[in-house]
């Protein structure tokens, strides 16, 4: 059974996010169901090299039954694929077959293809429909919602990118069973973030079913990516641009999370094993930098924790120092005259951004 979640921003079309088993042999189906496709043809399907043998010729043949004419490319799986030349490949494809702006494209893959994907499609002729087709956890509960597209600079992740709203978010549920453990766990960390970030409501039912979670149990799973869209798709109506200070509540964790990422290697540890490192830094740093007791953040910090080992997501054993992790940290885009911003929690649901000297960053890292 699917469920459907409408996004609805200010300026902006609405879209639906549709959740649940077996949707993506429906996706052209559900395509002609909306009113600005009726009459499209042109499709254009970027994968990966590790989905394509899984999941394209069943993207292929749902498209096809909907008459839609539909092309495809397969990058190479992994980060390095986040790349301008790769997009600039891309672009001159989708010219060569003589794409106009009535095409449309359609991203099947995780984070690395829809990030891509999106930033084709948000550039090319000025911007054409992307749908997002998310075969990862970590890309049904954020990346495939929100409009956020990018690619990658030596410099730093996710440098280069548009703000760009998908028309359609198809997220089948069936697709996780082939997820690794490795990518499992990487999107368990975003589901905890959401839920520390959110509400209790959300955050003791996830410490409730975190052992299910971490088994995969399929229930807990559908609900749980269900719970995680309907809080970005809020977040996001609040904040498309991430310019009012609410959508960056969304980096919690991902300040330490991604300089670990740049300074181990991308690809030593996944997204959400780094994400989930930094939301236990973030809370440690929250102690020393808030004006809070520290007797009420260091029960948050472990009823954090718990969620977090019972999902798998275990404290890192990294190799950086405290002083190369603060000069990734200073070249995010989150960096604001040359001081880092945190988020910062004193509790569930109770986050605010936090402007933090070298100093004090570097005292907490040591």
């Given at each position: 059974m699917a469920t459907k979640v409408i996004v609805q921003l200010p300026g902006e079309r609405d879209y639906a996010v549709r959740i649940g088993s077996g949707v993506i042999g429906k996706l052209g189906q559900s395509l002609r169901e909306i009113e600005r496709f009726a009459n499209a043809r042109d499709v254009l399907v970027i994968t990966d090299s590790n989905v394509a043998p899984l999941y394209l010729a069943q993207v292929k043949a749902s498209l096809a039954a909907a008459n839609f004419k539909a092309a495809d490319i397969t990058v190479p799986a992994g980060e390095g694929t986040k790349d301008i030349a790769v997009a600039s490949e891309i672009w001159s494809a989708m010219a060569q077959l003589a794409f106009g702006r009535d095409c449309l494209v359609v991203a099947l893959g995780g984070g690395v293809v829809g990030d891509l994907a999106g930033f084709v499609a948000s550039t090319y002729m000025r911007g054409v429909p992307v749908v997002q087709v998310p075969t990862t956890l970590l890309a049904m509960v954020d990346s495939s919602v929100g409009g956020k597209t990018a690619v990658n600079l030596a410099e730093g992740k996710n440098l280069v990118g548009t703000f760009f709203q998908p028309s359609f978010v198809c997220a089948d549920t069936d697709t996780l069973a082939t997820l690794p453990e490795r990518e499992w766990r990487c999107g368990c960390a975003e589901v905890a973030k959401s839920a520390v970030i959110d509400s209790d409501d959300f955050f003791f039912w996830m410490l409730e079913h975190a052992q299910a979670m971490a088994e995969r149990d399929d229930a807990v799973a559908a609900e749980a990516i269900q719970r995680c869209v309907v809080f970005k798709a809020g977040v996001v109506a609040r904040d498309k641009t991430e310019s009012a200070g609410v959508r960056?509540?969304?980096?919690?964790?991902?300040?330490?999370?991604?300089?670990?990422?740049?300074?181990?290697?991308?690809?030593?540890?996944?997204?959400?094993?780094?994400?989930?490192?930094?939301?236990?830094?973030?809370?440690?740093?929250?102690a020393d930098v808030l004006e809070e007791s520290r007797e009420a953040i260091s029960e948050f910090a472990e009823a954090q924790a718990d969620l977090l080992d019972t999902l798998g997501l275990a404290p890192l054993d990294y190799d950086a120092t405290p002083e190369d992790l603060l000069t990734a940290m200073k070249r995010d885009k989150k960096t604001r005259g040359g001081e880092v911003r945190f988020v910062l929690a004193r509790d569930i649901a109770n986050w605010e951004i936090v402007p933090v000297s070298d100093e004090a960053i570097l005292q907490a890292l040591r």
């Open positions: 960056e509540c969304l980096n919690y964790g991902h300040t330490l999370g991604h300089a670990i990422e740049a300074c181990t290697g991308y690809g030593t540890f996944s997204h959400g094993a780094a994400v989930a490192e930094g939301m236990r830094f973030a809370v440690r740093l929250a």
